[in-house]
């Protein structure tokens, strides 16, 4: 099966494509730990056969990969360097060219040895915590706490260790004190909602201790519970790992998840996430969800913390995925209160009511956009996913899928007579590669569209056969760097054809690659080995795509014709910056027949859009906006002394106080006080397209098409069919 996502990612309420992929962990004994090691040996072996023959890269399992796997086991015990000594660390470290030897042998002891230690470590580190918890902070003093655990080196002894968590409790506290100070009501049930209350009082240095060390009592309690065989399966996927970020290992639990996530079948907040250096990370909010309702959450926001109504806030850093995701998880109608650490540095506490997703909001939406400087009218199309329900009526599904609605949305803007047509792509995470195919063959005559190469090396390539055109118009497709999977082979297959201008942001998300789901039960050699099942699944690597100008979407993904500014350029998001991700590379072109260049020369178009953009109040703010956010990610050191904290803070609120502001999109359908029918709820979405910024520099982009009498559309004389890039 395809499996079109952006990354390694975990969906609360449709997909859950991130298996178990841990921070911290904690291994004791199992109930046979013999068990535990022959099923480790027996995972070993045939987690080994899966990969070096079913994998596009053929890597193989050697000291490279040693090396590999136990970089990204390490990130996964401590990644923010809060428990392991440096001592513990180079014990360790013994074993980081041993792996590949003991994967073949099956003898595997990193894992057992990694969570002895750890256990060791997280029982000592609950001992200090408990201690400094009853000492008053100094909130005076001038000192820092480094932020960022790659410019932390490993602590030397155990009073560095307890320094380390001086300074990090420290900051807790103050944080808790100073974000009660400023709403009193934040750590209740409806918090983000309404005005603060005056009359409440901020919490003592005192109390915030309190309920600062019960959280971390839970902290411990959950590290705690982990076992050998919890451990062992953790390894496991950070092996798999070290073939490329979208290969893992699904534990049986795992498995069962994403196998119910696939059937639809799970209740949440309706957002994907992904584990990122012991941080839980939004990757996608769904549209019609009950996050994408509330209109806060975004791509790129880091959960920090998860409350059930108006209880304490459960510590999520250094959580297991699966772990957090149960967290968030909840019937229907109840609320989850998140606290996220926004792209631009900012903590928020999102309150959301746990529902279910507004099925129309997930399908093609269209509209038309007047100019009123030029009299013009554009069509404008929003395709939020590349969705198929493979299942007919008489299967139990409807059949509906993206390709029809985007072809309805054709007829009825044709209709309109429409002088020119926005694709809208962006936070576009991929679907169904069929329909990727499909919905590039309406806007071309018939020819390839995509190339996909096996591990084999085999080259197929996909076309589009039909040689009607459904419209043939200048048009121009929106993306950003968000735009990943199946839409990037959808603009890039116009791009290639000289179809339609690409605008946004620099470049996708890069996501090129193609996933199987095997299970490892059908891999066991031998019938007495059977009683280890389940042994889980592997996803696996197992193509990639290529467009029909030769270059793979793989990590560079779609550079855009015309860049437009983002808030979130200088935010490393992408394949590109995740571990040992595939390579870019190239196949020989696929021979297609591009439509006519357009008349005039793109720069004029870039200079034209440059000279708007200098004008544009928004895009400004934009370019503003991008800036602080690089200038607080670079900061990484953070200040324990209360008043500058306090300024700080203050000063982030005032220069933007706006919770939308980085979707660096069109903005979320906000629920609102009063209930809306689809009509109205309809008029209010065209109200946003018209006014968003992106939207209308697209359509003044496409006024210069026009005005120049480009043809980027418009069908004119065959070009000789051509190798072109």
């Known amino acids: 099966m395809y499996l079109l996502r952006r990354s390694l990612v975990f969906s609360l309420l449709l997909l859950l494509l991130n298996p178990l992929t841990a921070s911290l962990a904690h291994a004791r004994p199992a109930t046979d730990d013999a068990d535990v090691a022959n099923r480790a040996k027996l995972l070993s072996y045939v987690l080994r056969q899966q990969l070096t023959q079913h994998h596009f890269s053929h890597k193989a399992i050697d000291d490279k990969f040693s090396e590999a796997t136990f970089d990204l086991y390490l990130k996964q015990l401590d990644f923010q360097k809060r428990f392991l000594l440096a001592s513990d660390v180079a014990q360790l470290r013994a074993y980081a060219d041993r792996i590949d030897d003991e994967f073949k042998l099956g003898q595997i002891e990193l894992p057992a040895i990694a969570g002895q230690l750890l256990d060791k470590r997280i029982r000592q580190v609950r001992k200090i915590v408990a201690e400094l918890l009853t000492r008053k902070f100094d909130f005076s003093r001038e000192e820092e706490l480094e932020s960022d655990p790659e410019k932390l080196a490993w602590v030397a002894d155990s009073a560095a260790l307890k320094e380390r968590w001086r300074k990090i409790l420290k900051y807790q506290v103050m944080v808790r004190m100073l974000t009660l100070e400023e709403n009193p009501e934040s750590d209740k049930k409806g918090a983000g909602k309404g005005k603060k209350d005056p009359s409440a009082k901020p919490e003592t240095q005192a109390e915030a201790r309190k309920k600062i060390a019960k959280r971390f009592d839970h902290f411990f309690d959950r590290l705690l519970k982990d076992t050998l065989r919890d451990h062992y399966d953790r390894f496991f996927n950070a092996a798999t790992r070290a073939f490329d970020p979208h290969t893992s290992y699904f534990a049986p639990k795992q498995k069962e998840d994403f196998e119910i996530g696939m059937r639809g079948s799970l209740e949440g907040i309706g957002a994907t996430l992904r584990e990122e ?46 772990d957090a995701v149960e967290l968030i998880r909840g019937p229907k109608g109840t609320e989850v209160r998140l606290t996220v650490k926004k792209a631009d540095g900012k903590t ?25 400087k030029t009299g013009k009218l554009f069509g404008y199309i929003r395709i939020p996913s590349f969705y198929r329900d493979f299942k007919g009526p008489f299967q139990g599904g409807t059949g509906r899928n993206v390709t029809d609605d985007v072809e309805k949305a054709l007829q009825d803007l044709k209709k309109s007579r429409i002088d020119g047509l926005l694709i809208d792509l962006r936070n576009n995470g991929g679907g169904a590669l069929t329909d990727a195919v499909k919905i590039s063959g309406l806007f071309i005559k018939s020819g390839p569209v995509v190339q996909v190469k096996s591990s084999n090396g085999q080259v197929r390539v996909l076309d589009d056969r039909d040689p009607d055109v459904a419209y043939d118009g200048p048009m121009l497709v929106l993306v950003n760097r968000f735009s990943a999977s199946a839409s990037e082979i959808f603009a890039a297959a116009l791009q290639d054809y000289h179809r339609a201008l690409i605008v946004g942001s620099e470049h996708t998300y890069g996501k090129g690659t193609v996933q199987t789901i095997l299970d490892l039960d059908r891999a066991i050699p031998f019938r007495n080995m059977e009683k280890y099942k389940p042994l889980g699944a592997l996803k696996i690597t197992t193509q990639k795509f290529y467009r029909v100008s030769g270059g793979s979407t793989q990590d560079k993904g779609v550079e855009a014709d015309l860049i437009l500014p983002d808030r979130m350029q200088y935010v490393k998001s992408g394949e590109k910056y995740m571990d040992y991700a595939l390579p870019w590379d190239t196949v020989p072109a696929a021979r297609y027949t591009p439509w006519p260049r357009p008349k005039q020369s793109l720069k004029v178009l870039i200079e034209n859009s440059r000279k708007r953009l200098e004008k544009n109040k928004e895009f400004q703010e934009i370019v503003s906006d991008a800036e602080k956010v690089k200038e607080r990610r670079n900061k990484t050191r953070l200040t324990l002394n209360i008043a500058k904290a306090r300024k700080e803070r203050a000063e982030m609120d005032d220069s933007n106080d706006d919770p939308n502001a980085f979707h660096d999109g069109l903005a979320m359908d906000k629920d609102t006080d009063k209930p809306l029918d689809e009509a109205a709820k309809h008029k209010r979405w065209e109200e946003q397209v018209r006014k968003d910024p992106y939207t209308r520099e697209g359509v003044a982009i496409l006024d210069d098409l026009l005005a120049g009498t480009l043809s980027v559309g418009k069908t004119g004389a065959e070009t000789t069919t051509a190798n072109t890039d």
């Open 348 to 372: 928020r506490v999102i309150p959301i009511v746990r529902d279910v997703v507004e099925i129309e909001e997930t399908f093609v939406k269209w509209t038309t956009i007047p100019d009123p």
């Open 277 to 322: 250096d012991g941080f839980i990370k939004v990757v996608r909010v769904i549209p019609g969800s009950a996050a994408a309702r509330q209109g806060e959450l975004a791509a790129e926001d880091t959960i920090l913390a998860v409350a059930q109504g108006d209880e304490e806030p459960v510590d999520v850093t250094d959580t297991r995925l699966r």
